[in-house]
């Protein structure tokens, strides 16, 4: 899903981002476009179709295949409450299996995702916590898997950003997914690859950090590195989104 966009108010919201991860498995970019409506300051919804370009490792298929396509549109509902105490965002995204589980782009199944997070800023450091249910472990901007998951899932996320100087800023994280039950994995980086089995093939935890830089208004940088302790999995991410709805809005000069 794309990224909540907490200076749109109201009124038509649009966000084009693209990013990708690097690791040894391969690497995986992800092209994401959404359009939307905020109804009031509290509440908003948008939706996107993302489409995926994977180029997986010679080490993980014993030679450097590609496997392109389309991902599974989503609609996103959006809800947030911005107070003195604390910052409050939930967000419930849904997928509909339109996109080819053979690719490891989908599961065949309807998905969704529910996660609500709580920050506070302190001067230039903001504290937050995220938790959520969902039945597959979504990509994020630091992490785009090499796999697709179906099966139910608990995860957690607590860190902290800090703003540097201007527009840049930095931040670190930890996370956790607990999966219960059933869990298939669809591999992303070989092709026609399915895996079955108990909670614990779907099982992750581990950190992320990242730099970031917002010189305008409407565009985002970012640059992240994340260890998966579960898997022993290192990978390097890097995202551009521009903000859509404010250009159209605003103008490119404000």
């Known amino acids: 899903a794309s990224r909540p966009n907490p200076q749109d108010d109201k009124g038509f919201t649009s966000y084009a981002e ?4 690097s690791d040894p498995d391969g690497r995986v970019f992800e092209l994401d476009s959404s359009v939307g409506y905020n109804f009031t300051k509290h509440f908003g919804m948008d939706m996107g179709v993302p489409i995926y370009f994977v180029q997986a490792s010679s080490s993980t298929t014993g030679g450097s295949t590609s496997n392109n396509g389309l991902g599974n549109p989503h609609l996103d509902l959006r809800l947030k409450f911005n107070n003195p105490a604390v910052n409050f ?56 898997r090499p796999y697709t998951s179906l099966g139910f899932n608990t995860h957690f996320q607590a860190g902290g950003n800090v703003d540097l100087w201007k527009f840049f800023g930095a931040g670190a994280s930890a996370y956790d997914i607990l999966p219960s039950g059933q869990q298939t994995i669809f591999s992303k980086v070989a092709k026609s690859q399915e895996t079955t089995g108990g909670a614990e093939i779907a099982r992750d935890n581990g950190y992320s950090a990242w730099l970031d830089a917002n010189p305008t208004a409407c565009l985002d940088l970012e640059l992240g590195y994340t260890h998966s302790t579960h898997y022993a999995l290192n990978a390097v991410s890097f995202s551009v989104g521009i903000n859509l709805g404010h250009l159209v809005r605003k103008g490119p000069r404000q």
């Open 89 to 144: 965002g939930s967000v419930l995204t849904g997928s509909a299996p339109t996109a080819d589980s053979k690719k490891g782009l989908s599961t065949g199944r309807a998905t969704f995702d529910w996660t609500n997070r709580f920050d506070r800023s302190f001067s230039r450091f903001t504290p937050f916590a995220e938790v959520g249910i969902a039945n597959t472990i979504a990509d994020s901007r630091l992490f785009k």
């Open 18 to 21: 693209f990013g990708g991860s």
